[in-house]
Structure formats: C-alpha cells, structure tokens
C-alpha cells in the first residue's frame, strides 16, 4: 500500500535535523515517506539569554504554530524542550527509545567536577545545571552560554573557559562522544525532565499520522519521561528553575519505576530532594507524589525566586 507522504517539522540546527532524519528513517522503514520542513524558532534568533527571553516554548512554539495550521503534518522536539502543559488540538504521540539521560563535562584537561581546578570557570546556559553545579563547587565561576553544540565547544576556548558542560545524548547523536571529558553523577546532576527523548507531536484528529508515528513509542520511555514531566509540571517549575529529575526502571522491581528529583536555590545553597517509586502505569502520579514532597519541604519558594 502507498502512503501520502508526511511532512515533518524541525528546527535547522545540526542537532534537530539529525532527530529529524532520525525519526523520517524510522518511519520511512515501515512504508511512510517523509519530507522534513526546517522551521527557524524564537530560540534559533535569539542572541540573550535564555532566562531573559523568557524560556518556555522558544524552540517549540513556531513548530507547534505549523502543526496547528497544517503547514507540517508531524513535529519533532528534544523533549526537555517541550512545555508540560498541553497545547490544545496537539498530542505527544510517541516517544522512541531514549539516548543517554546524562550531563558531561567537557573540559581542557582531564578532570571531573571533584578535581576541576579551584574558581574554574565552567560554561552553561541552564539555570539548572549552574545551581547544581554550585551546590558541590561553590568556588567555580559559572559562565552564561548560548549556541548549538559545536559553537559551545568552541567557546570553550575563544571565551577562556575550563569546561562547558552538555546533554550526553547531543554528543553521542554528533558523534562527538570522544570530546566528553567525564559524565557527571545523577546524585550530583540530575537531568533535565525528558533529557535524551525525543517528543513526536501530531493533531489530536489525525488519526492517520498518529496512529503511523505510535509505531515508533518505547513504553519504558514514555514513562519514564511521563514521571518527569509531572514533577515539573505538579511544580509550575516550567524549564527555567533549577529542577533536576531522572525516572528508570527500578531494578529491584520488575514493572516499577524509580524517580529522582530536586529542586535548589538558584545559588547551588539550598537544595531539596525527593525520591519515590510506583508501577510504571502509575507514572504520572508518581510524579506529582515526588513534587508534593519537594512543596512540602519548601521547593516552592526556591522556585518561586527562580522565576
């Protein structure tokens, strides 16, 4: 049988475009041609930072406004980038298997963030790997920093810097995994909610789109990410405040899931944490259950001066 093709919206980035091509060629082995659509994001254009731009849906909106308006057919985000309240008429229809969870360094010389040297000065643009980062080295000085992969390599000489930390999973996907200088520990850095999935969005009344993409979720996943996104969104954290969380199978439960959360001053001074398990099934309550501790120990404070 001969499918209508499918058009697929991506930002233009090295990184997008290789999600892109990634999913098309998923799809497209199992009789579904694809034409990916560049689109340019409020993110692509803007030079500040991303606290001042206002954060949420910079590298989503543009692409869920084509989905919306049928210039595109399906969308694809790295997950972490996606807002956790729902944008009527859309649907998260899958989620493939994931890439590493984690955060790298990538430093000058072989270090770890224990040995860094004293008052480094270590690159990021995430208000939440900067806290975490202050939480165990209150001495480093932390350098705000834009750009795709390849520009914040770069920086880490132009602008003097020791190290520039990065998702683990963006290097891998570049083939750029032979720059990381060491992976930094869940229980120093926990990742960002959905941290190496990616999100595939159609119209909730597309049935013939959905149903062509469903093919592609990992339920392990999709779960895993469900628990995430439902302590950010249980916290109103949105993708500014400092908020690490990381959910997997548990491996002392078959069916089970196990979630890791935290939440910190934007000073690395203060940092809360919670840790909970359910059935995988249960996912998303899982997530508010871990916020509800986070709010019950003050979390809402650290993330109401975050915003």
């Given at each position: 049988m001969?499918?209508?093709?499918?058009?697929?919206g991506?930002?233009?980035?090295r990184l997008?475009m290789w999600?892109?091509?990634y999913?098309s060629?998923r799809l497209?082995?199992l009789?579904?041609?694809?034409?990916?659509?560049?689109i340019?994001t409020e993110?692509d254009?803007?030079?500040?930072?991303?606290?001042?731009?206002?954060?949420?849906?910079l590298?989503?909106?543009?692409i869920?406004?084509?989905?919306l308006?049928?210039?595109?057919?399906?969308?694809v985000?790295s997950?972490?980038d996606?807002?956790?309240?729902?944008?009527p008429?859309?649907?998260?229809?899958?989620v493939?298997a994931?890439?590493?969870?984690?955060?790298v360094?990538?430093?000058?010389e072989?270090?770890t963030l224990d040995?860094?040297p004293?008052?480094?000065?270590?690159?990021t643009g995430?208000?939440?790997?900067?806290?975490?980062?202050?939480?165990?080295?209150p001495?480093?000085?932390?350098?705000?920093?834009?750009?795709?992969v390849?520009?914040?390599l770069?920086?880490?000489?132009?602008e003097?810097?020791?190290?520039?930390?990065?998702?683990?999973?963006?290097?891998?996907?570049l083939e750029?995994?032979d720059r990381?200088?060491?992976r930094?520990?869940?229980d120093q850095v926990?990742?960002?909610?959905g941290?190496?999935?990616l999100g595939?969005?159609t119209?909730?009344?597309d049935?013939r789109?959905?149903e062509?993409?469903?093919?592609?979720d990992?339920?392990?996943?999709h779960?895993?990410?469900?628990a995430?996104?439902s302590?950010?969104k249980?916290?109103q954290?949105?993708?500014?405040?400092p908020?690490?969380?990381w959910?997997?199978?548990?491996?002392s439960?078959?069916g089970?899931l196990r979630?890791?959360a935290?939440?910190?001053s934007?000073?690395g001074?203060?940092?809360?944490?919670?840790t909970?398990r359910?059935r995988?099934?249960?996912?998303?309550f899982l997530?508010?259950?871990?916020a509800?501790?986070?709010?019950?120990?003050g979390?809402?404070?650290l993330?109401e001066?975050?915003h």
């Open positions: 001969k499918h209508k093709r499918f058009r697929l991506s930002r233009r980035s997008a999600q892109a091509t999913v060629q497209e082995s009789g579904y041609p694809v034409e990916i659509v560049p340019v993110g254009t803007t030079s500040g930072s991303l606290k001042q731009a206002g954060g949420q849906g590298f989503t909106k543009a869920q406004t084509a989905l308006e049928e210039r595109i057919d399906l969308a985000h997950l972490k996606l807002a956790t309240r729902p944008v008429g859309l649907c998260l229809a899958a493939p994931r890439a590493p969870h984690g955060d360094l990538v430093c000058r072989s270090w040995t860094l004293q008052a480094a000065r270590v690159g995430s208000p939440r790997r900067a806290a975490q980062l202050r939480h165990w080295r001495d480093l000085e932390i350098v705000d920093l834009r750009g795709n390849e520009t914040r770069k920086k880490l000489e132009t003097n810097l020791d190290a520039v930390v990065l998702a683990e999973a963006g290097l891998v996907r750029l995994a990381i200088t060491c930094l520990p869940a926990l990742p960002a909610a941290q190496g999935a595939i969005e119209r909730c009344d049935n789109a959905f062509a993409v469903r093919q592609l990992d339920p392990a996943t779960a895993a990410v469900t995430e996104r302590v950010l249980t916290l954290a949105g993708c500014l405040a908020v690490g969380t959910a997997r199978s548990d491996p439960s078959s089970f979630l890791d935290a939440v910190l934007e000073d001074r203060r940092r809360i944490a919670a909970g359910a995988s099934e249960d996912a998303a997530g508010v259950s871990v509800q501790m986070l709010l019950d120990e979390a809402g404070e993330i001066a975050a």
